[in-house]
């Protein structure tokens, strides 16, 4: 839709039932309050039930779609590592704040013009009630992007949104790629529990594999902060990878 009949806006409903009005509005004071130029800003809050969400509007949808459907899937590595900096500036902004985003991966990231990417719905994935996310088993909860702390004791904090960025980086380098190919949930938390991580995928250099391991360290308080992921990603080219050749 358009607001005040000049900017364009979106507007989400939350299905009934998916989640208490009271906390939902408590947690949009919050996401109010949070202002960066790299979080989809909040405009207004319709808070009784069918609840509805105004936020600025992004034109080319969600990173995941842009990826595997869009023109992100002719973009070269120095446009996905500016993008995995742009995400990684926002998610500084979050972890400055002492907020969390709780369900980070490249669905919950828009695009906008001129590749500008943009991290939303963060704070609601704590507020939803349905089993099926909630639930640890439960078939929409994003296991492969999980830390494991997360998944198995719900302990959500701004180290395992370090995690998800992790995976995050793998979906932008494989354009959209489900995370560990060929495996399914409950495998994946077996196997991360022993100590597997994903491979170097195809056409990533090393020295980004590398961070991403860093990300997916078992003990939350070694991984790195996103302040350190913002300016390692900023710089790639000139600090880590300076004879890169497309």
Not at 14 to 20: A, E, Q, Y
Not at 67 to 81: A, E, H, S, W
Not at 92 to 108: G, K, P, Q, S, V
Not at 147 to 167: H, R, Y
Request: with cysteine.
């Amino acid at each position: 839709g358009t607001w005040n009949g000049t900017t364009k806006v979106a507007v989400k409903t939350l299905k009934p039932g998916t989640m208490s009005p009271e906390a939902f509005l408590e947690e949009a004071q919050i996401m109010k309050r949070l202002r960066h130029d790299k979080l989809v800003q909040l405009y207004a809050v319709v808070s009784e039930e069918p609840i509805y969400i105004v936020t600025e509007f992004m034109s080319q949808g969600s990173l995941l779609d842009f990826l595997k459907d869009g023109d992100g899937r002719y973009l070269k590595l120095p446009q996905l590592v500016d993008m995995a900096a742009q995400i990684a500036a926002g998610m500084a902004y979050i972890e400055r704040m002492n907020y969390i985003h709780r369900d980070l991966r490249a669905a919950n990231i828009l695009v906008g013009d001129n590749l500008v990417c943009k991290i939303a719905d963060f704070g609601l994935a704590r507020l939803i009630e349905d089993n099926e996310y909630t639930a640890r088993q439960g078939a929409k909860f994003p296991i492969k992007w999980t830390a494991p702390e997360a998944a198995l004791f719900g302990k959500f904090t701004i180290k395992s949104d370090v995690w998800s960025f992790g995976i995050l980086l793998t979906e932008l380098v494989t354009k959209g790629r489900v995370p560990y190919p060929g495996m399914n949930n409950r495998e994946v938390l077996e196997q991360v529990e022993r100590g597997y991580r994903m491979q170097c995928p195809g056409n990533c250099p090393p020295s980004l594999h590398e961070v991403m391991v860093q990300c997916w360290k078992r003990e939350p308080e070694e991984r790195p902060t996103f302040e350190y992921l913002q300016s390692f990603l900023e710089d790639y080219f000139t600090a880590t990878e300076p004879q890169y050749q497309p």
